[in-house]
C-alpha cells in the first residue's frame, strides 16, 4: 500500500514533478457508462499529448476495440490490450510485445468440467477477435460487452490454441468458486484476473502477464522513468499499475482495492474524474490545496 487513499502527500502539495507518459484504463475511467467520453475527459487528454505526454490507454479490450476509442481522442503511439497481453503501436497496430498462452496449456484449460468449475461459458480471447464455446447468444452479447469480433464455436478444441492470450470463464454467478476450482486445477502456473459485476467472470492469463508488467515494459522502451508516469484506474486489474507508477490515481468509483494503493482518489467517471487527475498532475504548474474542483 502506498499510502491511505486520499491522504495529503507532502510531494503533491510541492511543484508537481513532469509526468511524461500517462496510462489510462478505460472502462468506468475514461468511458462513461454509455460508453461515451465527456467533452472535459477527452480536452484534458487531448491537452496532455499536446504538451508532448505519452498517452497510453490500458485496457482488458482487445486491439480494435482501444483504438477505435484512441482515434476518437487522438491518441497515438502505443497501447496496451488484454490486460497486458499485447503492447501494439497506434494507429499501425503493430504488436511490439506478445503473451500468449502455451496451446497444450490451453487444451489442458479448456477440458476442465464446466459444471464443477460453475461456468455459464468460456472464451478463447486472440489479439484481435473471440471465440465463444457453449451459447451463440451469450458469444453475441460478450462480443457487444467487449466491443470486438467474436465467433460461435460448438467445440472450442477445435478452435485454433495458438495466440491465445486469455482463456475467460463466464461465472454463473459469483467469480469466486470458478477462480478456487481453477487454482485446484491450474495453481500458479497461470496469472487470474477476476470481474465481479451483472457479468462475472475470471480471466486465465499467461503467468507474469499484467497491465503493470506491460505498463513498466513500455515505459522503460520509451526511456521514461518510473517517477514519471501517472496511471489512472478503477478495478482490480489496475491495482498493480497505479502501484507501479509515480502517481497512481483511483477513480471516485474505483473498488476499495484499487482506492487502497492510490496516492489520490479523484471523482467519479461521471463526475470527470479522469479529466480532473489529468489537470492536476499534468496541466497545472503547481498543485492546488482544493480537491472539490
Known amino acids: 500500500m502506498k499510502r491511505e487513499a486520499g491522504a495529503e502527500s507532502a510531494a503533491h502539495d510541492a511543484v508537481i514533478r513532469r509526468i511524461r507518459l500517462i496510462a489510462l484504463d478505460l472502462d468506468d475511467t475514461v468511458l462513461r457508462a454509455d460508453k461515451t467520453i465527456s467533452a472535459r475527459t477527452e480536452r484534458a ?11 497510453v490507454l490500458a485496457s482488458a479490450r482487445p486491439l480494435g476495440s482501444i483504438a477505435s476509442y484512441a482515434k476518437e481522442l487522438g491518441v497515438e503511439g502505443h497501447c496496451i490490450a488484454l490486460n497486458g497481453a499485447v503492447v501494439a503501436t497506434l494507429p499501425e497496430l503493430q504488436r511490439i510485445r506478445e503473451q500468449y498462452l502455451e496451446p497444450d496449456l490451453v487444451k489442458r484449460i479448456l477440458a476442465l468440467d464446466r459444471t464443477e468449475l460453475r461456468a455459464e461459458n468460456v472464451f478463447l480471447e486472440y489479439p484481435r477477435s473471440y471465440a465463444a464455446r457453449f451459447d451463440a447468444p451469450d458469444v453475441h452479447a460478450y462480443a457487444i460487452l467487449a466491443e470486438g469480433p467474436a465467433s460461435y464455436i460448438g467445440d472450442l478444441q477445435r478452435a485454433s490454441h495458438d495466440e491465445v492470450c486469455k482463456v475467460v470463464f463466464r461465472a454463473d454467478d459469483t467469480p469466486f468458486p470458478t477462480l478456487e476450482r481453477l487454482r485446484e486445477a491450474l495453481g500458479d502456473q497461470v496469472a487470474y484476473v477476476i470481474w465481479e459485476g451483472p457479468w462475472s467472470f475470471v480471466e486465465v492469463l499467461p503467468l507474469g502477464t499484467s497491465k503493470a508488467a506491460a505498463l513498466e515494459w513500455l515505459a522503460a522502451r520509451l526511456g521514461v ?3 514519471e508516469v501517472l496511471a489512472v484506474g478503477d478495478e482490480r486489474n489496475d491495482i498493480e499499475m497505479l502501484a507501479w507508477a509515480g502517481t497512481g490515481v483511483a477513480m471516485g468509483n474505483a473498488h476499495p482495492e484499487v482506492k487502497a494503493v492510490a496516492d489520490w482518489v479523484t471523482a467519479p467517471v ?3 474524474g479522469c479529466a480532473l487527475a489529468i489537470e492536476r498532475f499534468v496541466l497545472a504548474e503547481e498543485v492546488r490545496d482544493d480537491r472539490s474542483e
Open 45 to 55: 487528454i487531448r491537452a496532455a499529448v499536446a504538451r508532448g505526454c505519452h498517452v
Open 225 to 227: 522513468a518510473r517517477e
Open 270 to 272: 461521471e463526475e470527470d
